[in-house]
C-alpha cells in the first residue's frame, strides 16, 4: 500500500497550487478548434479538476486531525469551499476576454466533482493514515 505524505501543509500548498493554476488557466482565451470530439466534454474537465480540488482539500483537513476526524465537517467544508471557487472562477472567467462566465452547467460540474472528490478521499483517507 503507497504512502502518501502526511503532513497537512503538503495537503495545503497542493489545494493552493491547485487553486492558483485554476486561476491562471481561466485568465487566458481557450483556443477554438471547432466542435470537441466529446460532447460537453468541458463538464467532464471541471468535473475532473474539482474533484482534485476537493480531494486535496480534504486531505488538508484531515490531517489536521486523524485521530478522530469529523467526516461531514471535513466534507461540508471541502464541498462548500469548492464550490465557491468555482463560483469565483466562473465570476472571473467573465472578465476574461475571448472566454464566457457564469455558466451555471460548468458550475454544476464543478459542485459534483467536489461533492464526489470529498466522499472518495473519505473512503480512501487511510492511505494517509
Known sequence: MPRLPRHPNF???????????LWG???FKVPSEGEPIIPHFDKIAHFGYFFGGSGLLSAWLYRRNPENPN???????????VALVGALDEYHQSFTPGR??????????????ATAG???FKRIHHLLK
Not at 467526516?71 to 469551499?81: D, E, Q, S
Not at 464566457?100 to 466533482?113: H, K, M, R
Open 25 to 27: 488557466l481561466s485568465s
Open 118 to 120: 470529498a466522499l472518495v
Open 11 to 21: 495537503w495545503l500548498a497542493g489545494f493552493l497550487l491547485w487553486f492558483g493554476v
Open 71 to 81: 467526516w461531514w465537517k471535513i466534507i461540508g467544508t471541502a464541498v462548500l469551499v
Open 100 to 113: 464566457s462566465g457564469n455558466d451555471p452547467a460548468d458550475w454544476a460540474a464543478d459542485l459534483l466533482g
